[in-house]
């Protein structure tokens, strides 16, 4: 099992960036994948989440509206369309691929995203 961040980097407030997440190795189309990320000196947080099939979505709150994620259940991926950047949105972001039916938990190894002006 595989899963590969990219797309991190370094972006001025009010900027956007479009993190990309890589599945391999499993049935990806049966499992709902999510986003999380992890602030210096906060607990990792849940960002946003996606149905196995694509058709129902969550946010947290901090990020509605200005974040939207998608995935390609044909290429494999889950991405994370943000907009508006903030320093606050400052942060190490992980894929996560949520439990399902013969499926555990797993974390992606993570990408880090820098606001800043």
């Known amino acids: 099992v595989q899963l590969v961040e990219s797309g991190g980097g370094l972006v001025q407030p009010g900027g956007s960036l479009r993190l990309s997440c890589a599945a391999s190795g499993f049935t990806f189309s049966r499992c709902a994948m999510s986003w999380y990320r992890r602030a210096p000196g906060k607990e990792r947080e849940l960002v946003a989440g996606i149905s196995s099939a694509g058709d129902r979505t969550n946010y947290a709150d901090s990020v509605a509206g200005r974040f939207t994620i998608s995935r390609d259940n044909v290429k494999n991926t889950v991405s994370l369309q943000m907009n508006s950047l903030k320093p606050e949105d400052t942060a190490v972001y992980y894929c996560?691929?949520?439990?399902?039916?013969?499926?555990?938990?797993?974390w992606g190894q993570g990408t880090q995203v820098t606001v800043s002006s």
């Open positions: 996560k691929r949520e439990r399902a039916v013969g499926y555990v938990v797993y």
